[in-house]
């Protein structure tokens, strides 16, 4: 999880040097709430391209981690994107969704639980 965060801010970082110029100082509150959500939605596309394109971050890819379906296919675009909504949300309230795998069975992460995902293990390459 840190060498993702790692990789997310580097990416926060290289959309934040190409809109700040473009939008100057960020005075007024819409302002503000713009570029938040443009941080977001830069978030939601690395997330997402990974996910629907390998299954794979890179961070994942490292730590040979795969995302799929429930029924082990591709996660869908509608997965990719409540799952990211879901553990965003589970991270701002306090990590529930990774306290909630360390009590769940099968050590799945709550947004997983709900979306119908699952991360699994990718074997070494021989």
Known sequence: MIYESLLVAAVVFVASFIVLPL??????????????????????????????????????????IRLVARDGRRISLRQAALRFALALVGIL?????????????DRQFLHDRIVGTRQVRVPRPD
């Open 93 to 105: 309230a306090g990590g529930a969704g990774l306290w909630w795998a360390l009590a769940d069975r």
């Open 23 to 64: 939008v100057g100082d960020l005075h007024t509150p819409w302002q503000r709430h713009l570029y938040q959500g443009w941080l977001i939605a830069v978030m939601f596309g690395y997330f997402a391209t990974f996910w629907l394109r390998s299954g794979q971050t890179l961070a994942m890819k490292t730590w040979r």
